[in-house]
């Protein structure tokens, strides 16, 4: 996807999103763009069933080279092509069938691969994909990602990846669009000896070669989007625990260099406080089977399935500030809490298209203020996430444009955190609200979701017709005003700047008595009793107000 990445905040200084988006707003797209944000007739004929990524990790050279055999079932008459993505300078060297090597056709980052042999509905089938090169180097990871090739203070080789948005398909080939998650996985990696790769999953074996490297394996047993694929190379050491989970019993790894054993035993006391938490809010963790995993990388760390990446310094809140402005975001450590959050909104429950990005980022930054609530109550967790108002910008809507790889506003992070929290408040009852989110992640385990697909539940869940709330707070960069006068003990008050059909209820100080109010578009009026005439908004509700 060719799009211009530029910093829109400066993140150190005022950030307000771990991953803040740094791509730069496009009126107009390009075919490739179409190539990879579509489900194009190449990709839509065949459904991704395996992976066997088998590469070798060269860190001198910064070159990486292997194959992904790709085992997938035909599901529709099959078009003459498969795409395979892969991004320059990577190239795919062969790509061979029944052992026959294929025809391939490159279109930018598109490959085309003519297949000659009859492909039948229901058929079972795989290819292997050889390929080599040197991949795109990070330049500022995780938000403008590729391969980062660092070395620790030993001077040894740190490696890892990171390609969010990028896509996966910029250090290997795969199926590179979020609708298809290929059903299990193994990752095969060969590096040099004395470092070890950390990956996905559970490592099956660790083979010692007579070149002088080892290779690892490692088994992801679940569905997992691409981007959450990953590479750790680092001089290693390994800490863990079981957690005692909704499912039973938890393997929960640490790796970390081999310099911080000490202080990461006591600093990631965070981890299984977050699973706890995050069990009691969402539903238990969602990939028991191939374990929990913190791994220390020289980034700030990502949300990659059951190997999340850490960088924070092991330091509190967000690299030792606190986003929110209050003081509660110095009570945790930001990338331990919001990553791991991302195994439910994300990995669990994966959005379709890029477009809809908020529902992965807008839950997580919502999990952060869950995280305060469940350990230092409502009121804190309030201030919070009430607290990170500060960093929206509303530039533009949360949805992006769909088919073109295209994220929406940054301000999916803590607007969509601060949707969410003012929904919880229409629907009145912390242990319903609770079990919607719950049953999100039961209703859409281990899938890829649309937007309207989160809305509808959220609706169906609550008995509240959400439609024109989330036109407004998903779609338009408005936020409803509340326009009001209050005279000879009468209030008048209406909504403003909002879309057709909003009509959220609010709730309200009136004097000295809290009530329900029910604005519309058009003047309402309310007498009161009061001796005192003021009107204070609940500040858990993401409004505007002003008084005439």
Known sequence: M???YVCLIIVILSTFSVKAQLLQDKEKFTHQDTLRGSITPERAWWDLTYYHLDIEVKP????????????????SEPNEFMQIDLQQPMEITKAIQDGKELE????????FLLI????????????????????????????????????????KHFIATSCQGLGASLWWPNKDHMYDEVDSMLISVTNPKGLTNVSNGRLRKLVENNNNTVTSHWFVSNPINNYGVNVNIGDYTNF?????????????DYWVLKDNLERAITHFKDAPKMMKAFEHWFGPYPFYEDSFKLVEVPYLGMEHQSSVTYGNQYKQGYLGRDLSGTGWGLKFDFIIIHEAGHEWFANNITNKDIADMWIHEGFTSYSENLFLDYYYGKEASADYVIGTRANIQNDKPLIGTYNVNNEGSSDMYYKGANMLHTLRQLIEDDEKWRQILRGLNSEFYHQTVTTKQIEDYLSEQSGIDLTAFFNQYLRTTKIPTLEYEIKAGELKYRWTDIVEGFDMPLKVVIGNEEQWIYPKAEWKSLMTKSSKMSLIIDRNFYVNSKEL
């Open 2 to 4: 060719k799009l211009k």
């Open 60 to 75: 001198e050279l910064k070159f990486i080279s292997g194959k992904n055999t790709i085992y997938y079932k035909v599901v």
């Open 104 to 111: 391939v056709q490159v279109e930018g980052n598109a490959n």
């Open 116 to 155: 000659p042999t009859k492909q039948n509905i229901g058929d079972i089938k795989s290819i292997e994909i050889h390929y080599n090169g040197y991949p795109r180097e990070a330049k500022r990871a995780p938000w403008d990602g590729g391969f980062s090739w660092k070395k620790d203070q030993n001077g």
């Open 240 to 252: 863990s625990e079981v957690f005692k989970g909704e499912k039973g019993d938890l393997d929960m």
